[in-house]
């Protein structure tokens, strides 16, 4: 569109050159092998985005560790025989023009697996994690480490920590979560602890000209969770830290299906404000927004007013990979909206299966569903529920 200029000019990014500022925020498709490994779908999943425009394509929810598995079906880099297949995934995304970022996490509470660690034993439903030890923390820190060795040798441009969601790193921070009484709990300065000690063990591990982004968590929107008040603080110590960015996010597994949270997110822009806020607190560290940033004239508004730097589209490049150059008017098609009072994509990954979009093109969802092995009525129980 000719009225909409921020939004494709170029950005500097800790040395890298994005010659826009349109991100592909992190989006768990459930697209990977059962063993971790990077699939043909996945590929292709990705070969789409990296061809959609967007500067940077961030990789999601890659496991650092065993015990931090969130899903059957989530990409691991904590050994090296995963290497093959991310090196072929860092090339795709590379190959199209766009910035390959590979996001590492470990789900804490949220585990898919037997015996989950966390801070504290808080419980998830009828589940109650084991409480961290010395060992465990210990681990588990160097697992963070050696995951992001492991991607930036696949030739990933960055690497993102994720610290949203209300995963591990979050659950260290969450006076909700962690009861701890030694140094990792109690005061914010305590629990801010092992989420920086993490930070630091991953830049020592990558060096210090590696780009090391943060998805950043603002708020968990719960009476008793953790809010602006303090992350605002633990956002400065990542300034500290050099961290290349702050992709902002609000909500967690445990607000996510609130009455309050559900009506708040069906809202165009809904986590920009959290961005906001984040910004004026590291005015020097780059943030970027994200929150069903529909139509390019918000994007534009949020990035001319100063609220972020970038602009990160989940869900609305997934069911448009054409939003950046219909925006651009490369395309000139109707831009293809996500719909509101949908959530198909994460009904499916819920139930591990693999996320398809009931506003794509009939052909489309025909062909998805059976290169998955999977019939039009099975998926048709998904779209009526």
Known sequence: ???????????????????????????????????????????????????SGAAMIVVENIGVHETGLGSPFMLRADDDRYLPGLERLAGIIKEEGAVAAAQINHAGRYAHTPQRLAPSPFPTGEVVPQEMDGKDLDTVRQAYADAARRLRNAGFDLVEIHGGTGYLLVQFLSQRTNRR???????????????????????DAVGPSYPLGYRFLADECLPDGI??????????????RRVAYLSVMAGTYDSFFLPDYLAKEKEQAYMVDFAARIKSAVPTT??????????PETAETVLSEGKA?????????????????????????????????????????????????????????????????????EAQQDLDG
């Open 1 to 51: 569109m000719s009225n909409v200029s921020t939004l494709f000019s170029p950005f500097r990014l800790d040395g890298l050159h994005l010659p826009n500022r349109i991100t592909m925020a992190p989006f768990f498709a459930g697209y990977a092998h059962g063993d971790g490994t990077v699939s043909p779908l996945l590929l292709d999943h990705y070969r789409e985005m990296a061809r």
């Open 181 to 203: 009484r030694d140094a990792y709990g109690g005061s914010l300065e305590n629990r801010m602890r092992y989420p920086l000690e993490v930070v630091e063990a991953v830049r």
């Open 227 to 240: 809010g602006l008040h303090e992350t605002s603080i633990y956002a400065a110590e990542l300034q500290k």
């Open 286 to 295: 780059p943030v970027i927004a994200a929150g069903r940033i529909q139509d």
């Open 309 to 377: 730097d970038l602009i990160g589209l989940a869900r609305v490049l997934f069911v448009d990979p054409l939003w950046p150059k219909k925006a651009k008017g490369e395309v000139t098609e109707p831009m293809v909206r996500c719909e509101p009072t949908c959530s198909l994509c994460m009904k499916r990954v819920m139930k591990g299966k693999p996320a398809f979009c009931s506003q794509w093109p009939r052909e489309k969802r025909e062909a998805f569903l059976a290169r998955c092995g999977e019939s039009a009525a």
